[in-house]
Protein backbone atom coordinates (compact mmCIF):
# COMPACT_ATOMS: atom_id res chain seq x y z
CA UNK A 1 0.00 0.00 0.00
CA UNK A 2 2.42 2.79 0.72
CA UNK A 3 4.20 1.96 -2.58
CA UNK A 4 1.06 2.12 -4.05
CA UNK A 5 0.58 6.00 -2.19
CA UNK A 6 4.21 6.56 -3.17
CA UNK A 7 3.45 5.88 -7.11
CA UNK A 8 0.02 8.08 -7.17
CA UNK A 9 1.69 10.67 -5.19
CA UNK A 10 5.04 10.91 -8.14
CA UNK A 11 1.96 10.56 -11.07
CA UNK A 12 0.18 13.14 -9.82
CA UNK A 13 3.38 15.55 -8.87
CA UNK A 14 4.41 14.67 -12.54
CA UNK A 15 1.23 15.78 -13.73
CA UNK A 16 1.05 18.85 -12.29
CA UNK A 17 4.22 19.78 -13.08
CA UNK A 18 3.50 19.08 -16.88
CA UNK A 19 0.18 20.90 -16.61
CA UNK A 20 2.04 23.61 -15.35
CA UNK A 21 5.08 23.69 -17.72
CA UNK A 22 2.82 23.34 -20.31
CA UNK A 23 1.03 26.52 -19.03
CA UNK A 24 3.77 28.42 -18.82
CA UNK A 25 5.53 27.29 -22.60
CA UNK A 26 1.66 28.61 -24.06
CA UNK A 27 1.80 31.78 -21.89
CA UNK A 28 5.24 32.36 -23.41
CA UNK A 29 3.96 31.46 -26.73
CA UNK A 30 1.23 34.25 -26.72
CA UNK A 31 3.43 36.61 -25.47
CA UNK A 32 5.93 36.42 -28.27
CA UNK A 33 2.59 36.27 -30.67
CA UNK A 34 1.15 39.85 -28.65
CA UNK A 35 4.54 41.37 -29.64
CA UNK A 36 4.80 40.74 -32.89
CA UNK A 37 1.73 42.28 -33.08
CA UNK A 38 2.68 45.30 -32.08
CA UNK A 39 5.60 45.10 -34.41
CA UNK A 40 3.12 44.54 -37.33
CA UNK A 41 0.86 47.70 -36.86
CA UNK A 42 4.16 49.66 -36.31
CA UNK A 43 5.72 48.15 -39.27
CA UNK A 44 2.20 48.65 -41.42
CA UNK A 45 2.77 52.30 -40.74
CA UNK A 46 5.92 52.11 -42.73
CA UNK A 47 4.39 50.11 -45.60
CA UNK A 48 1.61 52.50 -45.73
CA UNK A 49 3.76 55.67 -46.05
CA UNK A 50 5.29 54.38 -49.06
CA UNK A 51 1.71 53.76 -50.62
CA UNK A 52 0.73 57.28 -49.62
CA UNK A 53 3.69 58.85 -51.24
CA UNK A 54 3.38 59.10 -55.44
CA UNK A 55 6.04 60.21 -57.54
CA UNK A 56 5.46 63.86 -59.38
CA UNK A 57 4.03 63.59 -62.27
CA UNK A 58 5.70 67.40 -64.03
CA UNK A 59 8.61 66.17 -65.52
CA UNK A 60 9.90 67.42 -68.95
CA UNK A 61 12.24 65.56 -69.70
CA UNK A 62 11.78 61.84 -70.12
CA UNK A 63 15.04 60.73 -69.33
CA UNK A 64 14.09 62.45 -65.87
CA UNK A 65 10.82 60.68 -65.55
CA UNK A 66 12.45 57.18 -66.28
CA UNK A 67 14.84 57.87 -63.43
CA UNK A 68 11.78 58.62 -61.16
CA UNK A 69 9.59 55.96 -61.95
CA UNK A 70 12.57 53.52 -61.33
CA UNK A 71 13.35 54.89 -58.16
CA UNK A 72 9.56 54.87 -57.49
CA UNK A 73 9.05 51.40 -58.68
CA UNK A 74 12.01 50.20 -56.66
CA UNK A 75 10.88 51.57 -53.26
CA UNK A 76 7.06 50.70 -54.48
CA UNK A 77 7.92 47.12 -55.12
CA UNK A 78 9.98 47.11 -52.03
CA UNK A 79 7.51 47.81 -49.92
CA UNK A 80 4.88 45.38 -51.38
CA UNK A 81 7.41 42.79 -50.87
CA UNK A 82 7.86 43.21 -47.44
CA UNK A 83 3.96 43.99 -46.68
CA UNK A 84 3.44 40.49 -48.39
CA UNK A 85 6.30 38.99 -45.88
CA UNK A 86 4.60 40.75 -42.85
CA UNK A 87 1.37 39.39 -44.02
CA UNK A 88 2.94 35.54 -44.31
CA UNK A 89 4.62 36.12 -40.95
CA UNK A 90 1.10 37.85 -39.53
CA UNK A 91 -0.58 34.62 -37.78
CA UNK A 92 2.81 32.64 -37.16
CA UNK A 93 5.52 35.09 -35.77
CA UNK A 94 7.68 32.07 -34.47
CA UNK A 95 7.84 29.93 -37.46
CA UNK A 96 12.01 30.30 -38.32
CA UNK A 97 11.01 30.27 -42.17
CA UNK A 98 8.97 33.06 -42.35
CA UNK A 99 10.73 35.28 -40.00
CA UNK A 100 13.32 34.26 -42.18
CA UNK A 101 11.87 35.86 -45.43
CA UNK A 102 10.71 38.69 -43.28
CA UNK A 103 14.13 39.20 -42.51
CA UNK A 104 15.38 39.24 -45.82
CA UNK A 105 12.61 41.68 -47.03
CA UNK A 106 13.15 44.00 -44.31
CA UNK A 107 16.95 44.17 -45.59
CA UNK A 108 15.52 45.37 -49.05
CA UNK A 109 13.24 47.81 -47.56
CA UNK A 110 15.75 49.92 -45.85
CA UNK A 111 17.97 49.70 -48.74
CA UNK A 112 15.27 51.19 -50.68
CA UNK A 113 14.44 53.58 -47.58
CA UNK A 114 18.21 54.52 -47.75
CA UNK A 115 18.19 55.14 -51.53
CA UNK A 116 15.52 57.31 -51.15
CA UNK A 117 17.25 59.23 -49.01
CA UNK A 118 20.18 59.88 -50.83
CA UNK A 119 20.27 63.43 -52.32
CA UNK A 120 22.88 62.68 -55.16
CA UNK A 121 20.50 60.03 -57.60
CA UNK A 122 17.93 62.87 -58.11
CA UNK A 123 17.20 66.34 -60.66
CA UNK A 124 18.12 69.51 -58.98
CA UNK A 125 14.46 70.23 -58.37
CA UNK A 126 14.48 68.76 -54.84
CA UNK A 127 15.20 65.92 -52.84
CA UNK A 128 12.81 62.89 -54.18
CA UNK A 129 10.96 62.41 -50.83
CA UNK A 130 10.30 65.90 -48.89
CA UNK A 131 11.77 66.45 -45.20
CA UNK A 132 8.64 65.65 -43.44
CA UNK A 133 8.51 62.28 -44.74
CA UNK A 134 11.67 61.17 -44.00
CA UNK A 135 11.24 62.64 -40.48
CA UNK A 136 8.23 60.91 -39.95
CA UNK A 137 9.84 57.52 -41.34
CA UNK A 138 12.53 57.99 -38.85
CA UNK A 139 9.73 58.44 -36.19
CA UNK A 140 7.78 55.34 -37.30
CA UNK A 141 11.73 53.54 -37.48
CA UNK A 142 12.18 54.80 -34.05
CA UNK A 143 8.75 53.45 -32.94
CA UNK A 144 9.44 50.05 -34.68
CA UNK A 145 12.41 49.47 -32.87
CA UNK A 146 11.28 49.64 -29.75
CA UNK A 147 8.70 47.16 -30.88
CA UNK A 148 11.29 44.60 -32.07
CA UNK A 149 13.37 45.07 -29.32
CA UNK A 150 9.99 43.98 -27.37
CA UNK A 151 9.33 40.63 -29.88
CA UNK A 152 13.12 39.83 -29.23
CA UNK A 153 13.28 39.55 -25.98
CA UNK A 154 9.60 37.60 -25.96
CA UNK A 155 11.29 35.47 -28.45
CA UNK A 156 14.55 34.54 -26.43
CA UNK A 157 12.69 33.86 -23.36
CA UNK A 158 10.51 31.59 -25.24
CA UNK A 159 13.43 29.82 -26.63
CA UNK A 160 14.92 29.73 -22.89
CA UNK A 161 11.71 28.03 -21.67
CA UNK A 162 11.70 25.39 -24.78
CA UNK A 163 15.53 24.64 -24.13
CA UNK A 164 15.28 24.13 -19.98
CA UNK A 165 15.40 20.63 -19.06
CA UNK A 166 12.99 19.15 -18.34
CA UNK A 167 10.54 21.34 -20.16
CA UNK A 168 12.37 20.38 -23.21
CA UNK A 169 10.52 16.94 -23.41
CA UNK A 170 7.26 18.76 -23.12
CA UNK A 171 8.10 21.05 -26.47
CA UNK A 172 9.72 18.13 -28.34
CA UNK A 173 5.61 16.32 -27.16
CA UNK A 174 3.85 18.83 -28.30
CA UNK A 175 5.83 20.68 -31.06
CA UNK A 176 7.17 24.05 -29.69
CA UNK A 177 9.76 24.99 -31.98
CA UNK A 178 12.37 27.74 -31.63
CA UNK A 179 10.87 30.91 -33.17
CA UNK A 180 13.77 33.53 -34.78
CA UNK A 181 13.66 36.92 -33.56
CA UNK A 182 13.35 39.93 -35.94
CA UNK A 183 16.67 41.96 -37.37
CA UNK A 184 16.07 45.31 -35.71
CA UNK A 185 17.39 46.71 -39.32
CA UNK A 186 14.10 48.77 -40.09
CA UNK A 187 14.71 50.62 -36.98
CA UNK A 188 18.22 50.87 -35.85
CA UNK A 189 19.29 51.85 -39.85
CA UNK A 190 16.90 54.61 -39.84
CA UNK A 191 16.74 56.01 -36.63
CA UNK A 192 20.31 56.60 -36.71
CA UNK A 193 20.08 59.31 -39.05
Known amino acids: MPNSLLSWTIAALLLFWGVGAYNRLMRLRAEAHSAFAVVEAELAKQVELVRKQLP ?22 AARQFAASLAAVHNRP ?18 AWENAARDDAHDLAGPRLPDNVLARRSQLALQAHAAIEQF ?41 R
Open 94 to 111: LDARRMAALNAASDVFVV
Open 56 to 77: GADFTQPAALEQESTFWAGLQG
Open 152 to 192: NGAVGRYNEAIAQFPAVLLAWMFGFKPGRPLDGSLGAVMAE
